[in-house]
Every structure is written in C-alpha cells, then in structure tokens.
C-alpha cells in the first residue's frame, strides 16, 4: 500500500483496521497525528522533557503491539489516551513525588475551546498555573483531559475507565475546588 496516498482523509479508525491487517507502515501516520498531543498530555505528569519522550515512545510501542486488540467501533483516540494515561500514571508512581511541569497558561489559552458556563474559563489563569496541582488527581486528570487536551466526555470516560456522567461531577467538582484553593490564597 503507498503510505503516501493515504492519511489525509482516512480516520484514525480506518487507518488502525489497515494496520491490523498488516499494513504496518500505516502506524507512522497514527504516530505523526499523535505525538505532539501524547507529549503536551505527558508534561501534566512529568517535568522532564527526556521522561516524557521515552514514555511516549513506550506508549506507541505498546499501542502497536497491542493494535489488534484495538476495537475499531471505537474511537482510536481513547483508547491511546487510556494507554497513555496508563504509562504516566505508573512513571508517577515510580517517581512518587517529582514536581508536575505545569504549563503557561498564556501558551494554552488560546487553544481552548469556547468560553463554558461555571467552567475553568471562569477561573484566572494565575490560579490554574498555580493550583491544578494541588487537586486530587481524580479531579485534576478530567479537568487536563477536558479543557487541555479538548477531549469529549465520552473520550475521558473511556480513558479513565469512569461513567461518562461521574466525568462531569469530578469536572464541576475540581473546578470548584479549583475555586476554593484559590480563594484560599489571595
């Protein structure tokens, strides 16, 4: 098959189902729409850039060995992202209290969706700069996957292995502690 004549317009899905049936080199283009997304979500839970690299890398490796458990009625997004979040979350554990490298809020802003009633838009960018670490990362990993990464509900249900509606409580819940650790430190 020419690599090259495909990936403009064939979804992430259609690309996986060519890769199951052996068309191995079709993963480059799941590589190439992934990478820079898997590694700004990386840096939520690692501060060294040479950490998140290598993670990344053993996350695409996994995902290839595993492609041909990959349901492709399903969205090829989630399931990386579970694969993903899987990774960071035991090089965490591993690493046990390593700061988190959190972002420039000035960087990311406008790259988030449209402004959401009661959402994080609410929220000054100082706080979030300074206090998404200090949530509970049952609250803290919805609000990345969700105002960072611009994932659906559904997408975030399906990476953290919770309800699609325990989403949006842990969503409403975070960002009001969000509020409250903020208010705390004025």
């Known amino acids: 098959m020419d690599v090259n004549s495909w990936g403009q317009s064939e979804s992430d899905e259609e690309i996986a189902k060519q890769v199951q049936l052996n068309e191995i080199e079709l993963f480059g283009i799941l590589i190439n729409r992934y990478e820079k997304k898997i590694k700004r979500y990386g840096g939520k839970f690692l501060s060294r850039e040479e950490d998140i ?30 694969i993903a979040h899987n990774e960071f979350v035991n090089e965490l554990k591993k690493k046990k209290r390593e700061p988190l490298n959190f972002f420039d809020p000035d960087i990311i802003f406008p790259h988030l969706p449209a402004r959401e009633e009661n959402g994080i838009h609410d929220i000054d960018k100082e706080m979030i700069n300074k206090d998404l670490s200090k949530l509970p990362s049952k609250y803290r990993e919805p609000i990345i996957l969700r105002y960072f990464q611009e994932l659906e509900y559904k997408e975030i249900s399906d ?3 919770i309800p699609t509606s325990t989403v949006g409580i842990r969503l409403k819940r975070g960002i009001k502690k969000l509020k409250e650790i ?4 004025k």
């Open 159 to 161: 990476i953290l292995n």
């Open 53 to 82: 690299e290598d993670i990344v890398q053993k996350i695409f490796i996994k995902a290839y060995r595993n492609i041909q458990s990959f349901d492709i009625k399903r969205k090829f997004s989630s399931w990386l992202y579970r």
């Open 182 to 185: 903020y208010e705390r430190n």
